[in-house]
């Protein structure tokens, strides 16, 4: 449709504003605007139609207009085009001289247009012209090529703007190094036209990996990992790419992350992880008669428990496949498609230090963190996690002891392993328990004036002590069944200060030796309860008596505590060992999620011991924090005596309460956290 033409001044401005125009000297624009006719359209209108003849040029006067090109059977929408940006040249300039785009007017629009031939004219007469059209044809060529062949198609045209700006095009012929192994690799290149193929030469013998072509996007992994190049890649036909140095990607990672984390999940695609080495692998099965794959890292006394799927993909980790060569294999042998049971398998083998896979240097780290990390809540909520899993959830490793406790099991910790040793700690525990309710009113009245008088603090030392007898109880029960015990230290669970040891190898054990050594260590304190109680049948003084009796009483509360089945204590390994159901809680978190999000009340039908588990849990840890107080409150009352008003011990039993749901919800939030990313999609064969 036509309009009359705006002044030769208006036409003139609006060429001017273009990069394309803006060379040519006033006379000249002029000349040219004189052949401008002007258009308008409506919303939705369209302007010019791909696959057409190009017969005229436009330039956007006023409103905006929509740019589609097809893909297969879809259309791809590439930008959008505002006054003063010109569209339409590519088919003056193509010798096919057809549209290469659909382009729509978004709404009300104004546009001039320029005939073939005038503009034809304009360029012979013009060499500035042709050169900014020119350079402006190779822009457009590279954004188009940018948002429908190439890795980056996802990103908005003002970022593919500024990546197509910084590639330079590198012609090649046929037999053409590109990229040569053992090199640095100081920048990458995207095939734009012709086929290449990467090689790899080990000693003499030189290989073929791949054979690409236009769309592939190679190099990328030495400049993200600062490794030297590990393969040449060799043109077999003439063509072109587009390099990009890596300053230039970095900057870019650095504007965008999401420009650097599609390189970097192009890097994993390539990936070809490889087992990691001194890595033994047992087999042990489970109550239902399934079998389980059990991998130990000898040097560091890891251990990762795979199923049959992910023991199949563990096996394929041989450093020569990729992972989309894995999946594929995978899908061959279980006739199911699940890429996403690969990647999540390899990446968590690879967390667990199983598996070595090329990592990005720090600067690529640091560039792809520092910006856009999430909301500002999100992150201060993530660093206030941190800083309270940090004072109430940590944990010191004093190395393995190993030898002093297999010392100590031949020296004697043996028999208590037999029967007759059995049948004596028995007789301990009953005889002593009932030996505390006896004497417990008269211990009782003893202990109101040794808060005060300081010497029924000497419990603290005892109840110390028989911490560190608990874990010893649990090394002596490793070294019965002939295991190594992997390592010792201390921990802080809230208000709680314990000791472990590193029980792992007994992942390779049946079920019975597991719930023998989860138990011991609660064994250990009910003897000591035990010989506390007879104690007190054969001492009179009674400021003794009172001390021996709270050693007992604590000594049981230690062993109710360490039946909790929320934390790592063991309470939760016995139920876990019993259930035959490794990372208990993380699974039954998951499935509570998945119930939570889709209200589907068939997963708690199918799942009953994991959303039991998580339901009751959650109730645990909610009515422990009022126990606690109802619990710190008379006690502190009591321990301060006159010494302080009663408000002071109030605020006590409530730090306490509210120490105690902190660290309870920095050391549930690892496993929520994990949970809540796993419930939205399928579990990874390794867990």
């Given at each position: 449709m036509s309009a009359p033409l705006p002044s030769a001044v208006d036409r003139t401005g609006v060429l001017a504003s273009h990069p394309a125009f803006a060379t040519l000297s006033r006379p000249v624009l002029e000349s040219l605007a004189g052949h401008f006719a002007e258009e308008r359209y409506g919303p939705g209108e369209v302007i010019v139609r791909e696959g057409d003849a190009g017969d005229r040029l436009f330039l956007v006067a006023s409103g905006s207009v929509d740019v589609h090109s097809a893909d297969g059977r879809r259309s791809v929408f590439m930008r959008s085009l505002g006054p003063g940006e010109l569209f339409g040249e590519m088919a003056l300039l193509e010798p096919d001289g057809r549209r290469n785009a659909t382009v729509t007017a978004s709404g009300p629009v104004r546009v001039l247009s320029l005939p073939k031939a005038a503009f034809a004219e304009a360029l012979q007469a013009e060499g500035g012209l042709r050169e900014s059209v020119l350079r402006l044809r190779e822009a457009i060529l590279r954004f188009r090529f940018l948002r429908l062949a190439s890795p980056f198609?996802?990103?908005?045209?003002?970022?593919?703007?500024?990546?197509?700006?910084?590639?330079?095009?590198?012609?090649?012929?046929?037999?053409?190094?590109?990229?040569?192994?053992?090199?640095?690799?100081?920048?990458?290149?995207l095939i734009a036209e012709g086929e290449v193929e990467v090689v790899r030469r080990d000693g003499a013998e030189e290989r073929r990996l791949a054979t690409l072509g236009v769309g592939a996007m190679l190099g990328e992994a030495a400049i993200l990992t600062g490794a030297l190049r590990n393969a040449s890649l060799?043109?077999?036909?003439?063509?072109?790419?587009?390099?990009?140095?890596?300053?230039?990607?970095?900057?870019?990672?650095?504007?965008?992350?999401?420009?650097?984390?599609?390189?970097?999940?192009?890097?994993?695609?390539?990936?070809?992880?490889?087992?990691?080495?001194?890595?033994?692998?047992?087999?042990?099965?489970?109550?239902?008669?399934?079998?389980l794959h059990i991998l130990k890292?000898?040097?560091?006394?890891?251990?990762?428990?795979?199923?049959?799927?992910?023991?199949?993909?563990?096996?394929?980790?041989?450093?020569?496949?990729?992972?989309?060569?894995?999946?594929?294999?995978?899908?061959?042998?279980?006739?199911?498609?699940?890429?996403?049971?690969?990647?999540?398998?390899?990446?968590?083998?690879?967390?667990?230090g199983f598996v070595e896979v090329q990592s990005v240097t720090r600067d690529v780290a640091e560039r792809l963190g520092g910006r856009g990390g999430g909301r500002g809540g999100d992150s201060a909520l993530r660093r206030i996690g941190a800083v309270l899993r940090r004072l109430f959830v940590w944990h010191w490793d004093l190395g393995s002891g190993d030898r002093l406790i297999g010392s100590?099991?031949?020296?004697g910790g043996h028999l208590a392993y037999r029967a007759a040793g059995l049948a004596v700690l028995a007789a301990i525990v009953l005889c002593g328990t009932a030996a505390v309710v006896v004497t417990g009113p008269e211990a009782r009245a003893a202990m109101e004036r040794g808060w005060s008088e300081g010497w029924l603090w000497l419990v603290v030392p005892l109840v110390y002590a028989s911490v560190a007898l608990h874990e010893l109880g649990h090394g002596l029960s490793v070294k019965h069944y002939r295991r190594e015990v992997l390592g010792a230290g201390l921990g802080c669970q809230g208000p709680v200060l314990f000791a472990y040891v590193n029980t792992s190898d007994m992942?390779?054990?049946?079920?019975?030796?597991?719930?023998?050594?989860?138990?011991?260590?609660?064994?250990?304190?009910?003897?000591?309860?035990?010989?506390?109680?007879?104690?007190?049948?054969i001492v009179d003084d009674p400021e003794a008596a009172a001390v021996l009796w709270l050693f007992a009483v604590v000594s049981w509360q230690v062993v109710l505590v360490n039946l909790n089945p929320v934390f790592d204590l063991d309470g939760y390994y016995l139920l876990s060992d019993w259930l035959d159901r490794p990372n208990l809680r993380t699974k039954s978190f998951r499935r509570f999620?998945?119930?939570?999000?889709?209200?589907?009340?068939?997963?708690?039908?199918?799942?009953?011991?994991?959303?039991?588990?998580?339901?009751?849990?959650?109730?645990?840890?909610?009515?422990?924090?009022?126990?606690?107080?109802?619990?710190?409150?008379?006690?502190?009352?009591?321990?301060?005596?006159?010494?302080?008003p009663a408000l002071l011990a109030e605020l006590g039993a409530l730090a306490i309460a509210l120490l105690w749901y902190a660290s309870s919800s920095a050391f549930l939030s690892r496993s929520l956290k994990l949970a809540w990313r796993e419930s939205g999609r399928q579990p990874a064969a390794g867990l």
């Open positions: 198609g996802a990103l908005e045209p003002a970022m593919l703007e500024a990546l197509a700006a910084r590639m330079t095009r590198s012609d090649f012929k046929a037999g053409e190094t590109l990229i040569r192994q053992g090199d640095a690799g100081d920048f990458a290149l060799r043109a077999l036909t003439d063509g072109h790419a587009f390099r990009i140095d890596r300053d230039a990607l970095l900057e870019l990672f650095e504007r965008d992350r999401r420009i650097g984390l599609q390189a970097i999940q192009l890097l994993r695609l390539r990936e070809r992880p490889r087992q990691a080495p001194n890595v033994e692998a047992h087999e042990r099965r489970t109550v239902e008669g399934d079998t890292r000898k040097d560091t006394g890891a251990f990762f428990q795979l199923s049959e799927s992910g023991w199949r993909i563990w096996q394929s980790l041989d450093g020569e496949a990729t992972l989309r060569e894995i999946a594929i294999a995978h899908m061959l042998a279980t006739r199911t498609f699940a890429p996403q049971l690969v990647a999540d398998t390899v990446a968590a083998l690879t967390a667990a100590l099991y031949d020296r992942w390779l054990e049946g079920r019975l030796p597991r719930l023998v050594v989860d138990a011991s260590g609660m064994v250990v304190n009910m003897v000591l309860a035990g010989l506390a109680g007879l104690a007190l049948l999620l998945e119930l939570v999000r889709s209200g589907e009340l068939g997963i708690a039908r199918r799942h009953p011991v994991e959303i039991a588990y998580s339901v009751l849990s959650l109730v645990y840890v909610s009515a422990m924090g009022v126990v606690l107080y109802f619990l710190y409150r008379p006690l502190l009352a009591s321990w301060l005596g006159d010494a302080g």
